[in-house]
């Protein structure tokens, strides 16, 4: 016999502004206040319902009792992922997208975006070799940009790298602002889209032969459900949401190079180490460092799950940075030890930085894969292929800001090229 229960209640009208104020530790700061796995509350008007534990994130990803459409804010929309995109698909429609997505992104290609990548960091040395400091931040935003690019098969003039990369880091770090800052992430998107639309129309008019397995071309001549192509304003936005994902990495390799830096120690380990050291550390620097706040899913149904009553139409709001910090699934979880990725295993539902469930079925990141790949070649630069200094710097980050960074960027100085590997 299951016995009801009361979701707990935050005593806030709407919580918006505390959630702004609190940011990745809102949800985590509640669950410990009451108690509970569960508590409900109002967002930007809506009833609400936070929810964290690995058992929480199973029924988030519950296909059959939640859906996307409707959860992801328009504002969120209109900034990184682009209005209707695929992070608001659900269903047969859901699935026929993720297969362009995981087509795209299969081993043959992830193996060809880390060659283009690692052949960009070498280029960036020599150039940084001459420069009297780098911030490291900005200079991954480039290198990222300019190999996605190269490897979707998209375009992009020697004379248009700064401006693309300040576009695709701009819609990535305003989403959450309010203001001005918002605002700026909007115009970004609007030119994005403006630039990928009309790389769209070139390709499909012959203007532009794209290889047949190029992410611009699978994109282009997709067809939905219907048999149809994509209208040239979704194929774009679909094709920035290939490219935009990879230019964020920079955050997570910007929190590799602050990692080595606080944890001075694995230098000689992973200089002496194999390539599965070196999986474990960037597997740690996705647990441990912030990066994806929540997310959020609209209830299929009423139905109950562990004694509470959840009724149709509720925002559920998954709390992602505090289960990749949750006690009961990790030892010491404010603790920095890459050692904790040694045993091999699924981790479907327990560490989810993008997202959890199964890639090709469901909502987590198809790009994760990429990301691990892309980490571990710069990681292996920032050990093995270069020396530099790093000076005094703000280098703390936040818990509040959403998404977070070290403040500087990470500043590197006296920038050589490791002779003595």
């Known amino acids: 016999m299951i016995v009801k229960k009361q979701i707990p209640r935050d005593k ?19 669950t410990e206040r009451y108690s509970s796995d569960v508590f409900e509350t109002r967002i930007l008007g809506k ?25 992801l804010p328009k504002r969120i929309q209109k900034t990184l992922f682009g209005v209707n995109a695929i992070q608001t698909m659900d269903g047969r429609r859901h699935l026929h997208r993720k297969k362009l997505f995981m087509t795209i992104m299969n081993q043959e290609e992830q193996d060809r975006l880390s060659k283009i990548t690692t052949e960009k960091w070498q280029e960036a040395i020599s150039r940084w070799e001459g420069a009297s400091q780098v911030v490291l931040y900005d200079e991954v935003n480039r290198i990222l940009c300019q190999s996605v690019c190269e490897w979707a098969g998209v375009p992009l003039p020697a004379s248009e790298v700064n401006c693309r990369t300040k576009d695709f880091s701009t819609m990535v770090n305003t989403f959450s602002a309010i203001g001005p800052e918002y605002w700026k992430g909007k115009k970004a998107r609007k030119r994005t889209e403006k630039w990928i639309r009309g790389i769209i129309e070139s390709t499909r008019s012959g203007k532009l032969r794209p290889g047949r397995n190029s992410a611009l071309y699978q994109v282009a001549y997709y067809k939905d459900l219907d048999g149809k192509l994509l209208d040239t304003q979704m194929a774009a936005v679909e094709l920035i949401n290939v490219l935009r994902p990879v230019v964020a990495i920079s955050t ?21 180490s194999d390539e599965n050291m070196r999986e474990m ?15 959020g899913a609209i209830t299929r149904k009423n139905f109950m799950w562990k004694g509470y009553n959840f009724k149709k139409g509720t925002l559920v709001i998954l709390d992602v940075y505090g ?99």
């Open 281 to 295: 550390f960037v597997q740690e620097v996705r647990r441990y460092y912030p990066f994806t706040p929540f997310l």
């Open 323 to 421: 289960i990749n910090h949750d006690a009961r699934i990790w030892e010491n979880p404010y603790k920095f030890s890459p050692e904790r990725f040694s045993e091999k295993r699924e981790h479907l539902f327990d560490f989810i930085p993008q997202g959890g469930g199964d890639p090709s079925k469901g909502h987590r990141c198809p790009g994760e894969g990429i990301t691990i790949d892309l980490m571990k070649v710069s990681l292996d630069f920032l050990v093995n292929k270069l020396e530099f200094k790093i000076p005094a710097q703000k280098l703390r980050y936040s818990l509040v800001k959403i998404p977070s960074l070290p403040e500087s960027g990470f500043i590197m100085r006296n920038i050589k090229t490791r002779t003595s590997i």
């Open 12 to 30: 806030c009208i709407d919580n918006t502004l505390t959630l702004l104020k609190e940011g990745y530790l809102f949800i985590q700061n509640r």
């Open 252 to 272: 997570f390799i910007t929190f590799t190079a602050y990692a080595l830096y606080e944890h001075r120690e694995y230098f000689k380990i992973l200089r002496s």
């Open 47 to 71: 009833k609400s319902i936070c929810i964290s534990g690995k058992e929480a994130a199973k029924l988030f990803y519950n296909a059959i009792l939640m859906k996307k459409k409707g959860a």
